[in-house]
């Protein structure tokens, strides 16, 4: 299993509902995209939830590599390059991927967040502390789905929850915060369930 997520900024006075309209229109064509366990289509508007910037920010978990290398190289790629540049892609090395008591029900919200392990840090027992975590939470009510991913050239985590409503994500969460258009999980059930490795 792979994460991967790339963020679109955009201006402070750009109309978001060119994006809503967008995921609407377009957000079906990946529900049947074989090898792609979920995607999240996840915004930011400026000024909700603390957000800082309007930003355009779906988050993968992949269950094949073959099919993240053809959807980065395919057609549907091709159409964010296209229309907005081409992005930074950010991708992790899944370590652990749980579905939650909500997983039957569509997720309104994601939220992500990175640590930086330090230098001096036992790898090993930071990932395992942060997979016990992500074991207590998956049980948590409201939690859809919940992983955590490695970045081992950067050497940094990223903590990953969908959430059945927006306001599941707020009480305690820590991390950035999206809204969930639109939930493509085409083979969610080939992520796996628990540890990684």
């Known amino acids: 299993m792979h994460a991967m997520q790339y ?6 006075d750009y109309d978001m509902q060119i994006i809503r309209h967008r995921v609407k229109s377009r957000g079906h064509l990946l529900d049947d995209f074989a090898g792609l366990g979920l995607k999240a289509y996840g915004v ?7 957000s800082p910037v309007n ?4 988050f993968y978990l992949w269950a094949d590599p073959e099919a993240m ?6 057609d549907g790629f091709r159409g964010v390059v296209r229309d907005f540049g081409r992005p930074v892609v950010q991708h992790w090395q899944a370590l652990y991927h749980r579905p939650g008591p909500a997983a039957g029900a569509p997720p309104r919200a994601y939220t992500r967040r ?22 207590e939470l998956a049980t948590t009510d409201g939690v859809h789905t919940t992983a955590l991913a490695l970045d081992p050239r950067h050497w940094e985590l990223v903590h990953f929850t969908l959430w ?5 994500a707020s009480p305690g969460s820590v991390g950035d ?3 969930v258009l639109h939930l493509s999980a085409p083979d969610t059930g080939r992520l796996g369930t628990g540890r990684q490795w």
């Open 44 to 50: 930011r508007e400026r000024g909700v939830d603390g």
């Open 177 to 179: 915060r999206y809204e």
């Open 114 to 135: 990175t640590e930086t392990l330090t230098e001096d840090a036992d790898t090993a027992a930071v990932i395992t502390r942060a997979v016990a975590g992500h074991e």
């Open 164 to 168: 059945a409503q927006a306001s599941h």
């Open 69 to 74: 290398n053809r959807f980065l190289l395919g």
């Open 55 to 58: 930003q355009y920010a779906p």
């Open 7 to 12: 963020a679109i900024t955009l201006p402070a």
